[in-house]
């Protein structure tokens, strides 16, 4: 099985945990195959859509301080840009609906993907507005919420939006506030590029279909709340056991019926909750698809 990954992934690390909670991990292959450079247990991966998983649970402790409601409108929280119907009217979307793909909003074709180190600056707005070929599809609300299930990147662009509009704060920030301290990590953060320039040397090389790097090694973007996690296997798992913790009652990091709220699945769409998707029974996910 190893064999077979590495013939698609120069390396790759893994991090689980046992039924009594003891923690292990594996390395193989290279972060860089150019340099040699292995995978260890510091080596830091993209994360991709992971990052909608830190994204809710920022957004559930800005509910459990009770400076959201969720099952409020999205436009009560934003002042800048406002989401709207195809017929520009003010879309009644909640903040759930945006949690669980359920806003009605459909991202641009191919978009979301594509900008490498070195590339135009792209601005949440721009995004929004489909202004570039990063997204080229203004985020709208083009369907009823609650009645069809549209993955979208930009909605999770409208929950940066309204994090950054209501504490006041940069979105790397509020993440790192809000989970990356609490739990001691180290080597998990939002890319911007600050961080890059601080982590680069342990950040594994980004690789094309053909095995060749990509310009500049990493990809850059600018809707971190939807894609922009970076972090390792063991601390990925952290964040994960924390809230598994938080869900069963244990610890500070969320309010118990906060978590489980995260995991309860919506009525006719019984594979999505909030930031997260349900599996099997009793089995949640939060793929990294990106």
Same mark, same amino acid.
């Given at each position: 099985m190893i064999r077979k990954i590495l013939e698609r992934f120069p390396g790759i690390g893994c991090a689980w945990t046992d039924a009594s909670g003891n923690v292990s +991990? !594996? $390395?193989?292959?290279?972060?860089? &195959?150019?340099?040699h450079i292995?995978?260890?247990?510091d080596t830091v991966f993209p994360a991709c859509s992971v990052s909608k998983f830190v994204t809710a649970i920022c957004v559930m402790k800005l509910y459990e301080k009770r400076l959201i409601d969720i099952d409020k409108p999205v436009n009560d929280t934003l002042r800048q840009w406002k989401l709207l119907t195809p017929e520009g009217e003010e879309s009644d979307a909640s903040i759930r609906s945006l949690l669980c793909h359920m806003a009605g909003i459909m991202d641009g074709e191919?978009?979301?993907?594509?900008?490498?180190?070195?590339?135009p600056e792209v601005s949440l707005?721009?995004?929004?507005?489909?202004? +570039? !070929? $990063?997204?080229?599809?203004?985020? &709208?609300?083009?369907?009823?919420?609650?009645?069809?299930f549209e993955y979208s990147d930009a909605g999770y662009c409208v929950l940066q939006l309204m994090l950054e509009e209501v504490t006041h704060k940069a979105f790397e920030d509020i993440a790192r506030e809000s989970v990356f301290d609490p739990l001691h990590l180290k080597h998990t953060f939002f890319a911007s590029g600050e961080k890059i320039t601080l982590f680069e040397n342990r950040m594994a090389t980004g690789y094309d279909d053909r095995g060749l790097p990509i310009p500049g090694r990493f990809p850059m973007v600018p809707d971190p709340a939807a894609?922009?996690?970076w972090s390792t296997p063991k601390e990925l798992l952290m964040i994960a056991k924390a809230f598994l913790k938080a869900f069963h009652g244990e610890g500070t990091f969320l309010q118990a019926e906060l978590a489980r709220e995260m995991a309860i699945p919506v009525k006719g769409f019984p594979w999505t909750g909030l930031g997260l998707f349900l599996q099997e029974k009793d089995t949640l996910g939060f793929a990294g698809l990106g």
């Open positions: +991990t !594996a $390395y193989y292959g290279l972060a860089d &195959r150019e340099n292995a995978v260890e247990d191919d978009g979301f993907c594509g900008l490498r180190r070195g590339s707005i721009d995004i929004l507005e489909g202004r +570039t !070929a $990063y997204n080229d599809r203004p985020a &709208r609300a083009e369907k009823p919420q609650g009645t069809a894609s922009g996690l």
